[in-house]
């Protein structure tokens, strides 16, 4: 089964820093890029930054940019998100999503499947 | 700042059609930003229904069908049903690697 756990949310100070996971499992995690989504309490999905299936290539929403840095760890199947100088606007859910293909070939915005999510609070 | 738009809520009779739009504040929505549609139900993760405008995800029901209408893309629900009472998203492609969703959009089956 495809599976993508994220982890690492919690309560956070403004200021402070946080480094959310994703474990992946039932697909060859190296041939894939990743993407990172949040949503606020009652709001929206925003798109935050993407991965290349071999780490060198990352694209980053003007929202986060300087803020947060997208890595992966293909030895170990994870991907991270290392948020830095957090905002009580960060607070979110962060899901990360696979990038879906056809053929080996990347289809731009189709993300699944998707995590169940993981809870990031700033506040002091 | 690139705007993507949704209508905000809509509400829907079972068994009636509806049909949401996804557009730009300053351009024409084409297949060429790529737009795909999720559903999400509250405390759910996202579900991926259309992607590439118009191709159904798998085990995705085909009362659902995107397309572009005017200039806008567009997620039309044919023969609506209580369980389809969920949230909305599009996403557009702005190139360079970037994508955009949505505000969403809230549907009421009643």
């Known amino acids: 089964e495809v599976q993508l756990v994220e982890s690492g949310g919690g309560l956070v100070q403004p200021g402070g820093s946080l480094r959310l996971s994703c474990a992946a499992s039932?697909?060859?995690?190296?041939?894939?890029?990743m993407h990172w989504v949040r949503q606020a309490p009652g709001k929206g999905l925003v798109w935050l930054s993407r991965?290349?299936?071999?780490?060198?290539?990352?694209t980053y929403a003007d929202s986060v940019k300087g803020r947060v840095t997208i890595s992966r760890d293909n030895a170990k199947n994870t991907l991270y998100l290392q948020m830095n100088s957090l905002r009580a606007e960060d607070t979110a859910i962060y899901y990360c999503?696979?990038?879906?293909?056809?053929?080996?070939?990347?289809?731009?915005?189709?993300?699944?499947?998707w995590g169940q999510g993981t809870l990031v609070t700033v506040s002091s | 700042q690139t705007v993507v738009t949704q209508e905000p809520s809509f509400s829907v009779s079972p068994g009636g059609t509806v049909t949401l739009t996804c557009g730009l504040s300053?351009?024409?929505?084409?297949?060429?930003?790529?737009p795909c549609w999720y559903q999400q139900t509250p405390g759910q993760a996202p579900r991926t229904l259309i992607y590439?405008?118009?191709t159904r995800s798998s085990g995705v029901p085909d009362r659902f069908s995107g397309s572009i209408l005017g200039n806008k893309a567009a997620l039309t629900i044919t023969g609506a049903q209580a369980d389809d009472e969920s949230d909305y998203y599009c996403?557009?492609?702005?190139?360079?690697?970037?994508?955009?969703f949505g505000g969403g959009t809230k549907l009421t089956v009643l």
């Open positions: 999503a696979r990038g879906s293909t056809i053929f080996g070939v990347v289809v731009p915005n189709w993300f699944d499947p």
């Open positions: 039932g697909f060859t995690f190296s041939s894939y890029w």
């Open positions: 991965i290349s299936s071999d780490g060198s290539s990352t």
């Open positions: 300053s351009a024409s929505v084409s297949s060429s930003y790529y």
């Open positions: 590439n405008t118009n």
């Open positions: 996403v557009l492609y702005m190139g360079s690697g970037i994508s955009v």
